[in-house]
């Protein structure tokens, strides 16, 4: 079946620790996107990727790295110097542009505690 | 610049009808719309176009106002799985990558 795998499911980690978080999808999608989650603010962009070994900065990229060696995975590191990591993070994909006729899909979600 | 939804939240029997709204300072290009079940992941509903052109889900439909400054999502007969929180996305910031969501509408449909 294909489409978007993010694991953990949950992940707890101690303040002041660096944690990466895993997005994978098998769809053949172009773009992949990470989405912040936190209650009452909607979906928040932190970094997306048009194309492999290429990402931009989304609306809240502070504390936040990404890589795209492949075109199957975008994994995200929420490092140290973000000061409220504890959040739902979400990724997503698209076929392509997303401003005409494409959508995003989601994957199920990765919710990070930081304690 | 981020949409504004309305109503934040409403609350339905099963059977009735509901609209909800997305509204921008700008006419927009597409309306991407999804549905949140607590504590999972969006799920796409559909997409509207600029033509008016829908894509997507059999039973809900959408439509801009005059200006397409707004667009209200229309779910008709309503049944309990409808319940979840709708988000709205549109194209921003330039790219024709970034969708920005609205802060959503908190839909609960009651037997």
Redesign the interface.
């Known amino acids: 079946d294909g489409g978007i795998t993010q694991s953990p499911k949950y992940l707890f980690r101690k303040e002041g620790q660096n944690v990466t978080l895993s997005c994978e999808q098998n769809l053949n999608h172009d773009?992949m996107?990470w989405y912040r989650q936190d209650p009452?603010?909607?979906?928040?962009?932190i970094y997306?990727s048009?194309i492999v070994n290429d990402f931009?900065k989304?609306?809240i990229a502070e504390g936040y790295s990404v890589s795209r060696e492949k075109k199957e995975s975008f994994p995200l590191t929420v490092t140290s110097a973000q000061k409220n990591p504890t959040a739902f993070y979400?990724c997503a994909s698209?076929i392509d542009?997303?401003?005409?006729?494409d959508?995003?899909?989601?994957?199920?979600?990765t919710r990070l505690t930081v304690l | 610049q981020q949409p504004v939804q309305s109503p934040q939240a409403v609350i339905l029997r099963e059977g009735e009808d509901a609209v909800i709204n997305c509204s921008s300072s700008k006419a927009l290009y597409s309306v991407h719309w999804y549905r949140q079940k607590h504590g999972e992941a969006p799920v796409f509903l559909m997409i509207l176009l600029k033509g008016g052109e829908q894509k997507g889900h059999e039973k809900i439909s959408a439509s801009f106002n005059e200006k397409k400054q707004q667009s209200s999502l229309y779910l008709t007969a309503s049944q309990l799985s409808y319940s979840g929180t709708y988000f709205c996305g549109t194209p921003s910031g330039g790219s024709n990558y970034k969708l920005t969501f609205g802060k959503g509408t908190l839909l609960t449909v009651n037997p």
Do not use: C, I, W
């Not at chain 1, 009452?40 to 962009?45: E, M, S, T």
């Not at chain 1, 542009?97 to 006729?101: G, K, L, P, Q, T």
């Open positions: 773009a996107y009452g603010q909607g979906l928040r962009l997306y048009q931009q989304g609306d979400l698209s542009e997303v401003r005409a006729s959508t995003q899909y989601f994957g199920p979600g």
